[in-house]
């Protein structure tokens, strides 16, 4: 007896096809986030490191332990020790038009810098740098709230400068830089997201530089952040 081989029909090969094309269509899409996302938190962490060599550096050349025996109170002179490949001025296209929250709803930080403030470095991320310390409440309303016990600086930095997606979060997240020379951000006010700029990249720092896909962030455990305080450099 003979058996024969039993193929495909056009009609089931049609649906099979069709089923693959719905797969690729939901998975590819998702795929692609989690790259771009992972460059991201790459390019964030290379630019943190630069940073923090360049303070210590600082620290060792002036022989102190305080950032205010440095160069540091101005931002011209922080801006000197980067790789920098323009100034930001009105005419130059440093930062996003516009800024989501990792929500999706439009993000109100007023600030977050616009064009004309800043540098843009060679590597494509746009940096702002503001001298905190000696600031009061009443002096810019937008920096003094929520600074931090010890607090020198602070840095709003864009990672891929005014390219998409211009989300805090993903590209855009402020740096506080304190005394002492540690950078660090501040714990987040709802558990399992990043509610603005400086807790984000607090959030993706104590998670090893993982960024997640969906707003959520990068953990969902309370506990984490029942235990999570504003943190203070040591005196």
């Not at 305080?66 to 002179?77: C, H, N, Q, R, V």
């Not at 993903?170 to 006010?189: P, V």
Request: with cysteine; charged share 25%; hydrophobic share 30%.
């Amino acid at each position: 007896m003979r058996y024969k081989n039993k193929a495909f029909t056009l009609s089931e090969l049609l649906i099979a096809l069709g089923i693959i094309g719905v797969i690729a269509t939901l998975s590819i899409p998702s795929i692609v986030s989690t790259i771009q996302y992972n460059i991201l938190a790459t390019q964030l962490k290379n630019n943190v490191v630069a940073i923090q060599q360049i303070i210590d550096d600082q620290k060792v050349e002036h022989k102190t332990q305080s950032l205010d025996d440095t160069d540091f109170k101005s931002a011209g002179s922080f801006y000197a020790l980067l790789s920098k490949s323009q100034t930001c001025t009105g005419n130059t296209k440093c930062w996003g038009e516009k800024y989501r929250a990792i929500t999706g709803t439009d993000a109100y930080e007023p600030a977050i810098p616009k064009d004309g403030e800043g540098i843009k470095l060679k590597n494509g991320a746009t940096l702002s740098y503001k001298y905190t310390k000696t600031m009061k409440q009443g002096d810019e309303t937008e920096m003094v709230n929520g600074l931090k016990k010890n607090e020198f600086a602070r840095i709003y930095i864009d990672v891929n400068g005014p390219e998409q997606p211009n989300i805090i979060g993903r590209d855009l997240f402020r740096i506080i830089i304190f005394e002492n020379g540690n950078i660090r951000g501040s714990g987040s006010q709802n558990p399992g997201t990043c509610d603005e700029t400086t807790e984000c990249f607090n959030a993706l720092m104590r998670n090893n530089w993982k960024m997640p896909k969906d707003d959520k962030y990068w953990n969902t455990n309370e506990k984490f952040y029942d235990n999570m305080k504003d943190p203070e450099p040591e005196e």
